[in-house]
């Protein structure tokens, strides 16, 4: 387990994957791959076998939700009440989905979201994630509850962007600023979302805790998961001692079983426009603002002077009943305008679902779970493989869609099931 050298990219199968190469991305033949990853098809299957993989816990940590999961579920089910309208005899051989954003071209209009502790879900999480975007040229954006230093990450990729959670206290705010500038980071991504600590049951439910507690659940799980015992978890404590919360301010945090642990996590209510001003004001890179859901705070963004926002809803991670960001990313487009890019993430497991979210206004979308469990269960081969899905089927879909840019790819292009056309909407 851990990182892999094991050469980037897949042929999602010999006998249904076009032959003409994703531009961009570099695959492999499917017998190159780790044993383990040749009968993964798709994202959902990387869960399926994560989850056999990672203890409870830490499996119920990386797939639950807040409270009921309303969310959480909407955020899929958003997706499937929209169908595709192809257009057909369309020369699509020259297509390509490469992207502009934010100054820099990538290979595809997706990227890996932050993801919160993901070195105890693989070893060196964090470091797997950023090596494998940084070779797929796409962006990674690490999580500010990292058990890793954010200096290793920029090492391992320096065009990876860094997400804090802030509080409303300006002297921490300009510390961490220093830290990631030090760093080298040039995209700062503020998540906006989190006021108060979420109501997670799904937590208590698997036996997960902050701070982490051992328990006989956790020892039994680890017994009988050895894999992730032996080369994720004791790897880990023999290479580089008790994981940290590395990140959360300038200096470093409480290691994962302290107890004063939640004063790096404690609630984020004073944290307001002001502070956004002055984290513009400070920061010299790029800003993008994230969890944003109302029309209404795209614009006072995107007057403060942000150079991009990202519609989400934290995977259902907060406000349980919170509707699906695909919901209203058409209203929040259309409030913002072509001045800065509007992003999303939130429930996108297969490359229609990109499209869709491309159709409805989104300039790029972001994926978070699914690149976790690949890097729990194949290291940096997995997260790889992900990528490489993803994008194949982004691929394939336009092709069958009749597009050849993501430009094309329009309202007019989908239909509401219930007979309703976006543009009538």
């Known amino acids: 387990m851990g990182t892999s050298d094991t050469p980037r990219g897949v042929e ?22 780790p044993r383990r990853l040749r009968r993964i098809l798709a994202l959902d299957d990387f869960e399926i076998a994560a989850q056999r993989h990672l203890p409870r816990p830490i499996f119920g940590y990386v797939s639950g939700a807040a409270e009921t999961n309303t969310s959480l579920r909407d955020n899929r089910s958003a997706f499937r009440e929209f169908g595709f309208v192809p257009r057909v005899l369309v020369d699509v051989s020259k297509r390509t989905q490469k992207v502009e954003l934010l100054g820099h071209t990538y290979a595809a209009p997706f990227g890996i979201a932050p993801m919160g502790i993901s070195a105890l879900s693989a070893y060196r999480g964090d470091l797997v994630l950023a090596r494998a975007a940084r070779r797929a040229n ?27 959670y802030l509080p409303g206290e300006p002297d921490r705010i300009l510390g961490l600023l220093e830290r990631v500038e030090r760093a ?27 701070p982490l507690r051992p328990s006989l659940r956790l020892a039994w799980d680890g017994m009988i ?44 209510d004073h944290l307001n426009w002001r502070h956004l001003e002055l984290i513009r004001e400070r920061w010299n890179g790029r800003l993008v603002v994230k969890g944003i ?4 705070d795209a614009c006072i963004a995107r007057d403060s002077g942000v150079d991009g926002i990202v519609v989400s809803n934290h995977g259902g991670r907060q406000l349980d009943g919170t509707v699906s960001p695909l919901r209203v990313l058409p209203a929040i487009a259309d409030a913002v305008g072509a001045s800065i890019p509007v992003m999303m993430d939130g429930g996108i497991r297969r490359g229609s679902d990109v499209l869709k979210a491309i159709a409805l206004g989104a300039s790029f979308v972001f994926v978070g779970r699914p690149f976790v469990y690949a890097a729990a269960i194949g290291g940096e081969a997995g997260v790889s493989h992900a990528v490489n899905i993803l ?22 292009r989908l239909l509401k099931l219930n007979g309703v056309s976006e543009d009538q909407t």
């Open 293 to 296: 859901m109302a029309k209404e």
């Open 12 to 33: 999602r199968s010999t006998t249904d994957l076009e032959s003409t190469p994703v531009k961009g991305i570099v695959r492999t033949p499917p017998t190159a791959l």
């Open 184 to 210: 080298g980071f040039e995209t700062l991504v503020l998540t906006v979302d989190t006021a108060v600590l979420a109501n997670r049951e799904n937590n208590v439910r698997s036996g997960f805790s902050t």
């Open 391 to 412: 994008s194949s089927e982004i691929s394939r879909n336009m092709g069958l869609l009749g597009i050849s840019a993501l430009g094309e790819m329009r309202p007019d």
């Open 225 to 268: 998961r050895p894999n992730w015992t032996l080369n994720t978890f004791l790897r880990t404590l023999l290479k580089h001692g008790m994981p940290h919360f590395e990140n959360s301010y300038a200096t470093r945090g409480a290691p994962i079983l302290a107890k004063s642990v939640m004063r790096d996590f404690g609630a984020k």
């Open 138 to 164: 796409i962006p990674m954006v690490m999580s500010g509850s990292s058990l890793i230093r954010l200096e290793e990450v920029a090492k391992a990729n320096p065009a990876a962007w860094f997400q804090a």
